[in-house]
C-alpha cells in the first residue's frame, strides 16, 4: 500500500522562540491507516498536527526543517490551498472553530469555498451531520449548542468535505463516552468508505486500542514508541500515557502461567473471549466473593434541592428548559460525581448551588439559607465553585495575588489573608510559586491555581467543572488526588466530568442525568451496575465494569478497577 | 447560557427576498429617514421600517430591546441640545439654563425617529439576512469580499465575546466580587480594579482565540484574496414586487418633500 503521509527528519522551531518543539520526527503512514498519538502534555502533538496539516509553516511562521510529503506534495513547496484540499483538520477547542451563524452554514463553509453545486453541498452537509449525530440541528444557532454538540459541528465540518487525510486533535475532550464511541465509530466507518487516512491525538487509550492501526507515543518533541495498540500498551511504562483497562488487567495476569500463552486484550469484546476460555478450560466453578459498598455516613443535608426547575431564554426564541422537578440532597463529606450526556443540566445544576443561577421554580437550600433570597457573592463563602478553563478567573501576575483575591472580597484582614493563602497553596501542592506569574504555568498548575483560590474561601462545599479536560492523564491523577485529599478534610466536593475512569476511581456517589432530571443517584458501583439505564444518559460504564457485566456469570459484584478484576480472578478455584 | 444571535429564520416571505433588494430597502430607509425632521413624518418613516419587521414576523421584542433605549435617549439628548444651537421657536417652558421651544422639541422627536428608524430597519435586515446571503448580497453591490466577510467575522464575535463576558463575571462573582459594591463613589473609585478583574481574562482568552480562529479560516480554506463563487441568485416575482412597492413609497416620500413638507427651517 503507499505511503500518503512521509515525515523525514522533521524540526519545528514556532516564530519568535529558539526552542525545536519537534526534534527529528520520521513517519510514513499508509493509505486507509489510522494512527493515534499520544502523549503527555507538551510533547509536540498538537505541532505535528500543524505541521501535517501545512498550517505550520503557511499559516503560522515559523522554521521547518526536514520533510513532510502528503500525497506526493511536498507541503513547503505548495500554496496552502492545495495542500488544504487534500487535509481536513479539527482542532481541540470547539468554540473557535464555528463562523456560520447555522450549524449548516457553519458546516457548509468548506465546501462553499471549495465552489461545489448547492445540490451536492446539501447532501454533504446532510450526511456529515448525521455521521455525528446531529441530525435535526441545522437550522440551530452553533453558539447557544453544548460544548460537545460544537465539537461535533467542526467535525461535521472536516467530514463533509470528504479529505483524503483527516487530522484531528483532541477531537472528543468535552464529549460524553457514548458521544466519543460515537465519533470513534464515524471515524473508523470512514476510513472504510472512504479509505480516509486518519490521524488522531487522544488521551483516550481505550478508543484508540479499538480503532488504530499503530500508535505513536510522543514525549518532548520526538517519538519515543511505535508500534502496533497491543505492542504499545504493554511497553508504555511511565510516558504519562493511560494504559486501557483490559491491558492493565492482562499485565496483572500475564504474572501467572494460565494467561502467558494469551496475547493481551485490546477491547472489552477480546478479554471476556479469552478470559471465559481461561474459565472454561480451568473449570472454574465458584464466582468471584461479593465487593461490598461501604456505607456513606448522613447527616443533616447541606444542599436540598426541592422541585427545581430552570429555564434558559424565559419568553424568547430560544427558550430551553434545562432541569425539570429535580429533587436532591447533597450531605456534608459527600466525594460526588456529576454525569450525563452533554446539555443534560450537569452545569446549570451546579451553578445553582452558589447561586449564580436562580430557580425559574423550587428552591435550592444551601445551610438552610434559600439561594433565591441570598446573592451568589455571600453563598460564594459557602459553596466554591471552580469553572472548567481556569483561564476565566485569572488575572493577576502573581499566584499569590490570585488566590488572596477571594479572601480580600471577603474583607478578611491582612493576617486571616496571608494565612489562608499560604494554606492554600500548601492544600495544592504550589508552595513555592507565591511570586510566579500564572499566565506562564502549565494548564493542570493553572487549574490548581483556581482551585487554590477557590479554597482560600475556606468553603464547605467545593464544585468542580470539568476538572480534567484537556489535560494529559499524569496531570488528571494529580487533580483528582487533590480533590480527594480536599475531601478527606470533611468538605463536600461535587465534580462534573465525562470520564468514567476518574469516576470509578474517585467517587464514591454518583448523579447520573439526562434531560434535566436525575436518573440515578448512589453509590458508585450501584450506579455503574445499571448499564442499561445508564445508556439512556448516554453513559458508558469504564472498560473493566463492563467486562464484570459480560462475565456476571464469574463476577458477583460490578467491578471498578482493573486490581478489583484481578483480585476477584485470584479468587476462583483452581487459579488461587 | 448567554448567546447573542441576529438573524431569526422564519421562513417568511420576507427572509426569501434577494439579497440585493433587502440593501436597496435599507438603503431607502436611511435615505427617507434623514429626509424629514418633522416628528409626524419623521414618525411614519419609522412605521415604514417596523412594517418590515412585522411582516418578517421577527420577535419585535429583540428589536426593541436594543432600539428603544437608543430612540429616547437621541430625542431626549436632542429636545435639550436643540435649543443651545438653534434660534427661532416659541419657547414653550424654561428649566435653569436650558430653554425648549416648540421647534426644538419637534426636531428631537424627529431625531428619535429618524435614529429608530435606521436601528430598526439595520436590525430588520440582519434578522432576516442569513451570513451568507449577507456577505452575497454586499458582493453583488460591490462591497469587496474582504469588507464583507470582516462583517461577518464581527457577527462571529460577538456571541464568542459575549459567551467569555458571561463566563468571567460568573467566575468571578464565584469568588464574592461584586461589582455593584459600596456607594457610587466607590465603585468610581474602584472602577480600574473592576475593569482588570473583567478585561484581563477576557482579552487574554480573546488573544488565545484569535489565532485559534485564524487557523481555522485557513484550515477551511478561506481565501480573502479570491471570493469563493457564489450562488446564482436570481430575481423572482416578489422581489420585483418588493422592489416596486419600495420605490413607490420612496418616490412618494421625495416627493413630499420636494413639495416643502414634512421639513422645519431652522437658524443656526
Not at chain 1, 452554514?105 to 465552489?115: I, K, S, T, Y
Not at chain 1, 479554597?455 to 492523564?473: F, N, Q, R
Not at chain 1, 480527594?484 to 456517589?509: P, S
Not at chain 2, 413624518?41 to 421584542?61: D, M, N, Q, T
Amino acid at each position: 500500500m503507499t505511503d500518503v503521509i512521509e515525515i523525514r527528519n522533521l524540526r519545528y522551531t514556532y516564530a519568535g522562540s529558539e526552542d525545536l518543539v519537534l526534534k527529528g520526527i520520521d513517519l510514513a503512514v499508509r493509505k486507509g491507516e489510522i494512527v493515534g498519538v499520544m502523549g503527555p502534555t507538551g510533547a509536540g502533538k498538537t505541532t505535528l498536527c500543524l505541521a501535517l496539516s501545512g498550517l505550520a509553516p503557511h499559516s503560522i511562521g515559523g522554521k521547518i526543517e526536514g520533510e513532510v510529503v502528503i500525497s506526493g506534495m511536498k507541503t513547503t513547496e505548495h500554496e496552502y490551498a492545495d495542500v488544504a484540499r487534500k487535509i481536513g483538520i479539527v482542532f481541540q477547542d470547539p468554540e473557535t472553530q464555528l463562523f456560520g451563524m447555522e450549524v449548516e452554514e457553519d458546516v457548509a463553509l468548506r465546501l462553499v469555498n471549495m465552489e461545489l453545486p448547492e445540490k451536492e453541498i446539501e447532501e454533504r452537509v446532510k450526511s456529515a451531520l448525521h455521521m455525528v449525530r446531529l441530525d435535526g440541528f441545522e437550522k440551530r444557532f452553533p453558539y447557544s449548542l453544548s460544548g460537545g454538540e460544537k465539537q461535533r459541528v467542526g467535525i461535521a465540518g472536516a467530514l463533509a468535505a470528504n479529505p483524503e487525510i483527516l487530522i484531528l486533535d483532541e477531537p472528543t475532550s468535552e464529549l460524553d463516552p457514548i458521544g466519543k464511541r460515537e465519533v470513534f465509530d464515524a471515524i473508523r466507518a470512514l476510513r472504510e468508505l472512504r479509505e480516509t487516512t486518519i490521524v488522531v491525538v487522544e488521551h483516550n487509550s481505550d478508543e484508540l486500542a479499538r480503532i488504530a492501526d499503530r500508535i505513536l507515543v510522543m514525549k518532548e518533541g520526538k517519538v519515543v514508541l511505535e508500534g502496533e495498540a497491543r505492542d504499545v500498551f504493554s511497553r508504555v511504562g511511565d510516558l504519562g500515557v493511560r494504559i486501557p483497562d483490559v491491558v492493565q488487567l492482562g499485565n496483572l495476569l500475564r504474572t501467572r502461567d494460565e494467561w502467558t500463552e494469551y496475547d493481551y486484550p485490546l477491547t472489552v469484546e477480546d478479554a471476556s473471549h479469552i478470559l471465559s476460555t481461561i474459565i472454561q478450560k480451568q473449570k472454574y466453578a465458584s464466582t468471584t466473593s461479593e465487593i461490598g459498598t461501604p456505607e456513606i455516613e448522613r447527616e443533616e443535608p447541606i444542599i436540598e434541592v426541592k422541585d427545581l426547575w430552570y429555564v434558559y431564554g424565559r419568553g424568547t426564541e430560544e427558550q430551553t428548559t434545562a432541569l425539570r422537578e429535580l429533587n436532591l440532597e447533597i450531605y456534608q463529606g459527600d466525594l460526588m460525581a456529576l454525569i450525563g450526556q452533554n446539555g443534560s443540566g450537569k452545569t446549570t445544576l451546579a451553578k445553582h448551588f452558589n447561586g449564580l443561577l436562580k430557580p425559574t421554580k423550587g428552591s435550592v437550600i444551601v445551610e438552610g439559607l434559600d439561594t433565591k433570597k441570598i446573592p451568589a457573592t455571600r453563598l460564594a463563602e459557602i459553596v466554591g465553585y471552580c469553572f472548567q478553563n481556569p483561564d476565566h478567573q485569572i488575572f493577576n501576575t502573581k499566584v499569590w495575588d490570585e488566590i488572596a483575591f477571594g479572601p480580600r472580597n471577603l474583607f478578611l484582614t491582612e493576617k486571616e489573608i496571608r494565612d489562608r493563602v499560604s494554606e492554600s497553596l500548601q492544600e495544592v501542592g504550589l508552595k513555592g510559586y507565591e511570586n510566579r506569574n500564572p499566565f506562564f504555568l502549565g494548564k493542570g498548575e493553572r487549574q490548581k491555581v483556581a482551585v487554590a483560590s477557590v479554597l482560600a474561601m475556606y468553603p464547605k462545599v467545593l464544585v468542580i467543572d470539568e476538572p480534567s479536560t484537556g489535560m494529559d492523564w499524569k496531570d488528571s491523577i494529580s487533580m483528582m488526588e487533590l480533590v480527594k485529599k480536599i475531601n478527606q478534610t470533611g468538605k463536600t466536593v461535587i465534580f462534573i466530568t465525562h470520564d468514567m475512569n476518574l469516576v470509578a476511581k474517585y467517587a464514591r456517589r454518583v448523579i447520573v442525568m439526562a434531560e434535566g432530571k436525575v436518573l440515578l443517584d448512589g453509590p458508585t458501583r450501584s450506579v455503574f451496575g445499571q448499564e442499561e439505564t445508564l445508556r439512556k444518559a448516554f453513559i458508558k460504564p469504564p472498560e473493566i465494569t463492563q467486562l464484570s457485566h459480560m462475565l456476571r456469570d464469574y463476577f458477583k459484584s460490578t467491578v471498578l478497577s482493573p486490581d478489583e478484576a484481578y483480585d476477584g480472578l485470584l479468587h476462583l478455584s483452581p487459579m488461587n | 447560557m448567554s448567546v447573542y444571535r441576529l438573524y431569526v429564520d422564519k421562513g417568511t416571505f420576507i427572509h426569501r427576498l434577494h439579497p440585493i433588494v433587502k440593501i436597496v430597502w435599507l438603503f431607502t430607509i436611511v435615505v427617507l429617514a434623514w429626509t424629514f425632521n418633522r416628528w409626524e413624518y419623521a414618525f411614519v418613516i419609522f412605521l415604514w421600517a417596523l412594517l418590515y419587521a412585522i411582516l418578517s414576523r421577527v420577535p419585535l421584542k429583540k428589536i426593541f430591546g436594543t432600539a428603544f433605549l437608543f430612540v429616547i435617549w437621541t430625542a431626549i439628548l436632542s429636545i435639550i441640545l436643540w435649543p443651545a444651537f438653534l434660534r427661532g421657536g416659541n419657547v414653550v417652558f424654561e428649566w435653569n439654563v436650558f430653554r425648549f421651544t416648540d421647534i426644538g422639541l419637534s426636531v428631537g422627536i424627529a431625531y428619535g425617529f429618524r435614529i429608530g428608524a435606521c436601528m430598526v430597519a439595520a436590525l430588520g435586515w440582519l434578522m432576516t439576512t442569513s451570513q451568507r446571503e449577507l456577505i452575497e448580497g454586499l458582493a453583488d453591490v460591490r462591497v469587496p469580499y474582504q469588507f464583507s466577510f470582516g462583517i461577518m467575522l464581527a457577527l462571529r464575535y460577538a456571541p464568542l465575546l459575549l459567551g467569555e463576558i458571561g463566563r468571567v463575571r460568573e467566575a468571578q462573582k464565584s469568588r464574592a466580587f461584586n461589582w455593584n459594591r459600596g456607594s457610587v463613589k466607590r465603585r468610581i473609585q474602584a472602577f480600574a480594579e473592576n475593569t482588570r478583574v473583567l478585561v484581563v481574562p477576557v482579552f487574554n482568552r480573546m488573544l488565545s482565540s484569535v489565532n485559534q480562529i485564524a487557523l481555522c479560516l485557513d484550515s477551511k480554506g478561506c481565501d480573502f484574496s479570491k471570493p469563493p463563487k457564489r450562488r446564482k441568485l436570481r430575481f423572482n416575482r416578489f422581489d420585483k414586487g418588493f422592489l416596486a412597492v419600495t420605490f413607490c413609497v420612496t418616490a412618494f416620500f421625495l416627493a413630499l418633500r420636494i413639495m416643502g413638507y414634512g421639513w422645519i427651517t431652522m437658524l443656526a
